[in-house]
């Protein structure tokens, strides 16, 4: 079955518009998606790369936290077309002590904007290819490829596929919502605040892997209709904005922020977080010990 499994991620067999490329892994189904049926002239269409990950097993984020590696992907694309970076959905923590990680389970949803060539014309069909690369982790690690391909007609008045739409809504539900906030770095801590009432904790994951260290306690104040997040920073700077997910629990329901953060000299200076109200990390995972082992040898946990 393994070695069947590792024939079929290899094919790269193109796809109807709209329906999927897919490819089986050891340890996970990935399939490629467009949202309609065929692209415009110099139009813009949706692609997600929808994940099944194995039971136990997890992918990483775009800042993979204390370890581990981030989805990497290479396109063919005809010549005038173009592709979008990766639009990831909200991470989790995942703790294989003593490391603290960024990533996701379950059935994560990869997005990114194909724009078509400008000089394509009605009637052509553009071929798309992506080779995409992730390390999936659980008490061991291992790094997986999956090949796809798309054919996409160029048409006038581009159709949704129905057949697509299930995946991009559970990719709109797994996206963080737009937050306006702030941050202050000063005394070897960075504070954020941002307008947002009944949150009864809260987690901030960077973009940048080198301000906060993962397993630095995060410590959390809620100020009436505002909420306070103060941490220990490995620099003494950072570039605005201030990107990343802003996670909070609220009766015990989750949600994701994206944070775009602007520099504020007049915010209350931090201090370092100390162990009052920070957040705690998630329960370790059984195994950790030789999960970690081995991903001292892969690059990952």
């Not at 892997?209 to 950072?238: H, N, V």
Request: proline share 9%.
């Amino acid at each position: 079955m393994r070695l069947l499994a590792f024939a079929l991620s290899l094919v790269f067999a193109a796809a109807p518009a709209g329906a999927q490329s897919v490819a089986v892994t050891d340890h996970a189904r990935s399939a490629l998606y467009a949202e309609t049926a065929g692209v415009a002239p110099g139009g813009a269409v949706r692609l997600a790369l929808r994940q099944e990950l194995e039971a136990g097993w997890h992918v990483y984020w775009k800042n993979p936290g204390d370890s581990g590696l981030p989805l990497e992907t290479a396109w063919t694309l005809p010549a005038g077309a173009s592709a979008s970076a990766i639009d990831y959905p909200a991470p989790h923590r995942i703790l294989i002590a003593p490391l603290v990680n960024y990533g996701h389970e379950g059935e994560p949803v990869f997005l990114a904007t194909l724009t078509a060539p400008a000089s394509a014309s009605i009637g052509d069909t553009i071929e798309v290819g992506l080779e995409a690369t992730w390390l999936i982790c659980a008490e061991i690690c291992v790094p997986e490829t999956g090949a796809f391909a798309l054919s996409l007609p160029i048409v006038e008045n581009p159709a949704s596929d129905p057949a697509a739409a299930p995946v991009f809504a559970a990719a709109a539900g797994q996206r963080p919502e737009p937050l306006d906030a702030a941050f202050k770095i000063a005394n070897g801590a960075i504070a954020i605040e941002a307008a947002l009432a009944g949150a009864d904790s809260a987690y901030f994951f960077p973009e940048a892997d080198d301000l906060i260290a993962p397993a630095a306690e995060q410590k959390f104040e809620a100020r009436g209709a505002r909420i306070r997040l103060t941490a220990q920073t490995l620099k003494g700077d950072s570039p605005a904005p201030l990107k990343g997910v802003l996670q909070i629990t609220d009766k015990g329901a989750e949600r994701n922020f994206a944070l775009a953060a602007a520099a504020d000299p007049a915010l209350e200076a931090p201090r370092a977080a100390s162990a009052a109200g920070a957040v705690p990390p998630p329960a370790p995972s059984q195994g950790a010990l030789p999960g970690l082992l081995v991903a001292a040898l892969v690059g990952g946990a």
